[in-house]
């Protein structure tokens, strides 16, 4: 992988690389990357690989090979302290609480002790804590350059160091974040570089959709219409002319807020969001208010920076407004996601491939995509095809783990569909006599929310482990619990499926309930699916199935991590022995030795 690496640095190439677990592609990318001299940025899924990547392997590389290089981190602006958002709400007062009043100042305390500003490394913050969109800024609200806090802000001078390093390491949201504000030529956050180097590239197609997707969200008009408000100190006689077009517009978000929770499913597309009569109104209202507000606070245009920021803010919002009322474009597709008691509005291409293949020719740059899970039974063309990857070179590697050996793979027989309504019972009957026999030390993956709670229901007086369900805590918290617990049985959906990285006893069984094809009502998925019908594909073959296998694989990752962890997975799922189908998802797995009974695994287990 090294030389492959070495190679299209060299070419200024395009490469896939499909590295199975444990083969150590993050060193076989970074020592090339080191020894090239080129400026590179190297992006990675999440903060905490980031994080990993940066503190960790990068130094490990550069102490070894004994090369200096400037290297710098860099997230996105949401995880740094805002001086100025801090000395506003400090100076406010609009906190709820006592409690939040005391937090507020230990961030205080801690802002003047901090180097980068990383709001994750504050102790006094915790990860969902409601103060941080007071004391983190968005692209909406930072000043920028006329910001009184510029010098010292830590954003400017994380994106400062960014620009002089030679080897930067980023998210894929601030990478794509970064290619979509270039893209519609509204500057730039990364520095360009000789080379991209795109670790756990299987999401990369989701996130780049993400955003080049337009939004607007009930949160962004809500933080305006706050932050308007805010900002009427700064200048006479404003207060007067926005105090009840502001109320106006916050009382017609409410109501549409109310018609989009009372009246639509999560998610649909965005015209069937306006084919119900009551959410119809409700937006066409709020785009009014909208509308008289522009127009009473353009005449303060002028007065104040701050003020001036808002106005600018305000019409963007009504610009991004009318692009929903325009007619769906065949490259695009409108849609509606409802998020806590909010909602968000997109406009999403149906393909990234040409974008990105512009951008991509256009860097001029080599582009390495790396991750365990690319191909489908030795294939990479769907992840090359969302990507516009037609020419890149690929190879596949595969892991070196003995896994015939370490791990087995049980297909339970005898239970019924996933549709219906005895499934989970079903699937727990088979995994509560594992649970015992194994001691915990087991995920169970679900693929939806419903049936990990009514698993979680069935499970709680069952078992005597400690039973740890997503979104019952933090992440990171349900996490650690189980790795110090070494008895604990987790239940997971989606995040929990791929990123997680438990080695040793703790985890020795995990147990999937469902091939993790993804929702049918999926609005983008669908228009995508229209999309290729009528192009002569097959959306099955060519969208859902590919994406389910990778998905797969992904979940099935998390059993072996290590060369010496052992253990055993369980797909319950009938449809992988039932349809033709199921030999694919079979054949890119990795080689486990399969076994035909539940004693057999809990002999496995025991041994
Ligand atoms: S420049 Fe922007 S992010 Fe930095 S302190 Fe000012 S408002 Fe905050």
């Not at 007062?93 to 409690?99: F, V």
């Not at 951008?359 to 969302?386: K, M, N, P, Y």
């Not at 005895?422 to 419903?450: D, K, M, W, Y």
């Not at 079979?586 to 025991?606: A, I, N, Y």
Request: hydrophobic share 45%; glycine share 6%; proline share 5%.
């Amino acid at each position: 992988m090294a030389e492959a690496v070495e190679q299209a640095l060299a070419a200024s190439d395009s490469l896939v690389v499909e590295a199975g677990t444990g083969i150590g592609k993050t060193l076989a990318y970074l020592v090339p990357v080191v020894l090239s001299g080129e400026r590179v940025i190297v992006s990675t899924g999440t903060k905490t690989l980031q994080d990993q990547l940066y503190f960790r392997d990068l130094p490990l590389v550069l102490d070894a090979l004994d090369i200096p290089r400037r290297t710098a981190l860099l997230k996105g602006r949401a995880n740094y302290l805002c001086l100025h958002r801090l000395a506003i709400a400090r100076t406010e007062g609009r906190l709820p609480s006592r409690e939040a009043v005391a937090e507020l100042e230990r961030v205080q305390e801690w802002a003047g002790r901090t180097v980068d500003g990383d709001v994750s490394t504050a102790a006094a913050l915790s990860e969902d804590s409601g103060l941080l969109p007071l004391i983190t800024s968005t692209a909406d609200n930072c000043l920028g350059a006329e910001c009184p806090d510029f010098e010292a802000c830590f954003v400017a001078r994380a994106r400062r160091e960014a620009q002089e390093a030679d080897i930067v390491v980023v998210n894929h949201h601030l990478l794509f974040a970064d290619m979509a504000i270039k893209q519609r030529g509204f500057g730039e956050v990364l520095p360009g570089a000789s080379a991209f180097i795109v670790d756990e590239a299987h999401q990369a197609p989701e996130t780049a959709s993400r955003f080049f997707s337009l939004s607007l969200s009930a949160r962004q008009i809500r933080e305006l219409c706050q932050d308007l408000l805010a900002e009427c100190a700064e200048v006479s006689g404003a207060m007067g002319t926005l105090r009840e077009p502001v109320a106006d517009c916050l009382q017609c978000l409410r109501e549409a807020q109310l018609a989009f929770a009372s009246r639509l499913p999560e998610r649909g597309s965005w015209q069937a969001a306006v084919r119900d009569g009551e959410v119809r109104a409700a937006l066409q209202a709020l785009d009014r208010a909208i509308a008289a507000l522009a127009a009473e606070s353009e005449a303060l245009e002028g007065r104040a920076r701050g003020m001036d920021g808002c106005i600018d803010r305000l019409r963007d919002i009504r610009l991004r407004f009318d692009r929903f009322d325009a007619p769906d474009g065949d490259s695009e597709v409108r849609w509606f996601e409802r998020r806590g008691r909010g909602f968000i509005l997109y406009i999403t291409p149906l393909e990234v491939a040409s974008v990105f293949d512009a951008f991509r020719q256009q860097s001029e740059a080599a582009w390495i995509f790396t991750s365990a899970t690319l191909s489908v039974s030795g294939d990479f063309t769907h992840f090359t095809s969302q990507m516009g990857l037609h020419e890149a070179a690929t190879l596949q590697l595969d892991s070196p783990f003995d896994y015939a050996a370490n791990a087995v793979l049980w297909l339970p027989e005898g239970l019924p569909e996933p549709r219906d309504p005895g499934f989970i019972p079903a699937v727990l009957e088979q995994a509560v006599p594992l649970l015992e026999a194994n001691h915990g030390r087991a995920f169970l993956l679900f693929t939806s929310h419903r049936a990990l709670r009514e698993a979680a229901e069935a499970l709680r007086d069952r078992i005597p482990y400690s039973l740890l369900v997503q979104g019952e805590q933090p992440r990171s918290i349900l996490l650690e619990t189980f790795r110090n617990s070494g008895q604990a049985v987790l239940l997971g959906s989606s995040s929990f499926w791929q990123g997680v990285d438990v080695i040793g006893d703790a985890l020795s069984l995990v147990v999937i309930d469902k091939l993790p094809f993804a929702a049918p009502d999926d609005p983008v998925l669908q228009a995508r699916s229209d999309l290729l019908r009528q192009a002569g594909g097959n959306p099955f073959t060519q969208l859902y199935l590919p994406q389910a296998v990778i998905a797969l694989k992904q979940g099935a990752g998390r059993l072996i991590r290590d060369v010496n962890d052992r253990g055993a997975l369980v797909i319950c799922d009938s449809r992988i022995r039932s349809r033709s189908y199921g030999r694919v998802f079979l054949d890119s797995l990795p080689p486990m030795k399969p076994v035909g009974s539940r004693e057999e695994v809990e002999q496995f287990l025991d041994d």
